[in-house]
C-alpha cells in the first residue's frame, strides 16, 4: 500500500507554492485576515468575493475549489473547506476537514496538496498544538488509505495516488512542534491502516494460521516477543472453550501472545485482548444470509491488537505491554460444538452453551483467564460481541464495561482524545442472573434483554485485576464513509489502544 508522506512546515504565505493549497473557511465570517488575506492577494482577491457572495458558507464538509489567475505563481488550486463555526473548531472538524481535502484531491487526480490547519483548536496551549497536528496528520493518513490488492482492473485504479501532504504550521507556532506532532501521528495512523488491511482481507485469507504468522513477522521486525500456541499447545494449557468455538472448522486455533518490553523490568504490564474469531458463521446456532459476510470483521479487536503493539513498539514507550488473541473460526459440522454442550475453560468454570453463536466470549473467556499469570495493572479488551451494542449506541460509540470506575475513565478520556468515543453501561448484579444455569455454572447467553451487558457480565467472570471490556461490534467497520474513512475497516480501537496506553506510560 502506497501512503503518502505528511510533512511539517512553516512557509511564508509569498512563499508558498503547491498544485493545491487547503484552507479551512468558518461560517459567518467575512473578510479574509492573517495568512488566508496574504494568500488571497496573490488570488487578486477571489477568496474574499466567494466568501462575500455566500457562494461558499464554511459548513462542514462544504468545498469549493479556486484556480488563481496566475498559476506561474507558484499557487494552482486553492481548496476552501468547510470548517463550521469558528468559537466551535476542535479537532474532531480538523479531522473531517483534512479528511474532505483529501477526497477532493483524490477526485481531481492530484498528487501533492498543503494544508493550512487555520486557527488551532485552544490554541493558546502547547499541547493543544501538537493533538491538532496528530489528528491531522492521522486524517490525512486514515482518508488516503485503501485496499486495492484484490482489484485487478485498469477502471477501479484512482487518478492518481497521494504522494505528499504537507502541513502549514501558523505563522506563532514552531515548526518543531509540528514535526514532532506529524512523526507521532504517522506511526498510529499507520498501526490503523494495518489493523484496517488485516480486517478488510477475506476470510479464506485471514485465518488464526495466518494471524498468528503476521504476529511473529512483526515481532522479528520490530523486536517483539511472540509466542504463537498451536492446537496441541492448547490443548496443554486447558484452553477448553477456545477448543470447543474452534471444533466446527478445519482451520486450527491459534493463540497469540505478543510481549512488548518497554519499561521497567519486572513491572506489572498493561494488557490488551482482542477477539479474533476470523470467521463467525454463528456455527450450529447459524446466522441468517443477509449480511453474514460482514462476519469476516469479527477479528477486528484482535487486528487492533495487533495494530496497538505495532504502534506502541515504534513510539518506543516506556512501558511493559502485553498483546494477546485468541483466534479461532466459527464453523457448523459434524465435529463442531452445540447447544445444550457443557464445556469446560482454561478457568475451570463450565460453561453451559445455549447458542454457538455467542462465541466470541467463550474465547475472550480463557484468554482473560490466561492473562492472570502476568499480575496485569491494568487490562483491555475489544471485541466485535453483540448485535446488541449495536442496537444500543449505534455507530457512533464503543460500548464500554468494567469492574474499575478509574481504568474506565482513562480509557474512555483517551478514546475522546483520538475520535474514537466510548460509552459506560452498567454491570450491575440484576443482571447476572439472566447467565444461570440449571446445569453448568453459567451459560454463554443471557437471552435478549441487554444483551451486550450480559456479554460483558459473562466476561467479567474471568477476570480479577481491573479491566474494560469495548464491545465494537458497531464501531470496527462501517457502510458509510466519513470524510476520514471509507466505508468498510476502521481499524477502531487502535488508536484508543495507544493513546491509552501513552498516557499510562506517561504517568
Ligand atoms: N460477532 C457477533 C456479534 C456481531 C453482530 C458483531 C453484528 C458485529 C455485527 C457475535 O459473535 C454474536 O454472534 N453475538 C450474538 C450473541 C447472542 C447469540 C447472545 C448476537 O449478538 O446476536
Ligand atoms: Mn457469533
Ligand atoms: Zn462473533
Given at each position: 500500500m502506497a501512503e503518502p508522506t505528511i510533512t511539517a512546515a512553516r512557509i511564508a504565505a509569498d512563499q508558498l507554492a503547491t498544485p493545491l493549497l487547503v484552507l479551512p473557511g468558518f461560517e459567518g465570517e467575512g473578510e479574509p485576515t492573517g495568512f488566508v488575506a496574504a494568500i488571497d492577494a496573490r488570488c487578486g482577491g477571489a477568496l474574499g468575493r466567494v466568501v462575500q457572495s455566500g457562494?461558499?458558507?464554511?459548513?462542514?464538509e462544504e468545498a469549493l475549489v479556486l484556480y488563481p489567475a496566475d498559476p506561474r505563481e507558484g499557487i494552482q488550486r486553492v481548496l476552501l473547506v468547510g470548517a463550521g463555526k469558528r468559537a466551535e473548531y476542535n479537532v474532531t472538524r480538523l479531522r473531517r476537514a483534512v479528511g474532505t481535502a483529501v477526497r477532493v484531491a483524490e477526485r481531481m487526480g492530484i498528487a501533492e496538496l498543503d494544508i493550512s490547519l487555520g486557527p488551532l483548536p485552544r490554541a493558546s496551549e502547547a499541547e493543544d498544538a501538537f493533538e491538532a497536528g496528530v489528528a491531522a496528520t492521522e486524517a490525512a493518513l486514515l482518508a488516503a488509505w485503501d485496499f486495492r490488492e484484490l482489484k485487478s482492473t485498469a477502471a477501479d485504479a484512482p487518478r492518481a495516488t497521494l504522494t505528499r501532504v504537507g502541513l502549514l504550521a501558523p505563522e506563532d507556532r514552531e515548526a518543531g512542534e509540528f514535526q514532532r506532532a506529524v512523526a507521532h501521528g504517522s506511526i498510529t495512523a499507520r498501526a490503523a491502516n494495518l489493523a484496517r488491511e488485516l480486517q478488510t482481507r477475506p476470510g479464506n485469507q485471514v485465518t488464526p494460521a495466518y494471524l498468528g504468522e503476521r504476529a511473529a513477522e512483526m515481532g522479528r521486525e520490530l523486536g517483539l516477543e511472540v509466542t504463537v500456541l498451536d492446537r496441541a499447545a492448547i490443548e496443554r494449557e486447558g484452553m477448553k472453550a477456545l477448543l470447543a468455538v474452534a471444533s466446527g472448522s478445519a482451520q486450527e486455533p491459534r493463540f497469540i501472545v505478543i510481549e512488548y518490553h518497554?519499561?521497567?523490568?519486572?513491572a506489572a504490564p498493561v494488557v490488551l485482548v482482542g477477539k479474533g474469531v476470523t470467521f463467525d458463521s454463528g456455527g450450529i446456532s447459524i446466522k441468517p444470509a443477509e449480511r453474514m459476510e460482514d462476519m469476516k470483521y469479527d477479528m477486528s479487536g484482535a487486528a487492533a491488537v495487533l495494530g496497538a503493539l505495532r504502534g506502541i513498539a515504534e513510539l518506543r514507550l516506556p512501558i511493559n505491554v502485553v498483546g494477546v488473541v485468541p483466534a479461532a473460526e466459527n464453523l457448523p459440522s459434524g465435529t463442531a460444538y452445540k447447544p445444550g454442550d457443557v464445556i469446560g475453560s482454561h478457568l475451570g468454570k463450565h460453561i453451559e452453551i445455549v447458542n454457538t453463536d455467542a462465541e466470541g466470549r467463550l474465547i475472550l473467556a480463557d484468554a482473560l483467564s490466561y492473562v492472570r499469570r502476568y499480575h496485569p495493572a491494568a487490562v483491555v479488551n475489544a471485541a466485535t460481541l453483540t448485535g446488541a451494542c449495536v442496537i444500543a449506541l449505534g455507530h457512533h460509540a464503543i460500548g464500554l464495561m468494567g469492574n474499575d470506575t478509574g481504568l474506565m475513565e482513562e480509557v474512555q478520556s483517551a478514546g475522546a482524545r483520538v475520535g474514537e468515543r466510548c460509552w459506560p453501561m452498567p454491570l450491575w448484579d440484576e443482571y447476572r442472573p439472566q447467565l444461570d444455569s440449571n446445569v453448568a455454572d453459567l451459560k454463554n447467553a443471557g437471552g435478549r434483554p441487554a444483551g451486550a451487558i450480559t456479554a460483558g457480565w459473562f466476561l467479567k467472570e474471568f477476570v480479577d485485576y481491573p479491566w474494560v471490556h469495548l464491545d465494537i461490534a458497531g464501531t470496527a467497520y462501517t457502510d458509510e464513509a466519513a470524510p476520514y474513512l471509507r466505508k468498510g475497516a476502521t481499524g477502531v480501537p487502535t488508536r484508543l489502544f495507544i493513546e491509552w496506553v501513552r498516557a499510562r506510560a506517561e504517568a
Open positions: 457562494d461558499f458558507g464554511g459548513r462542514p518497554g519499561g521497567t523490568v519486572g
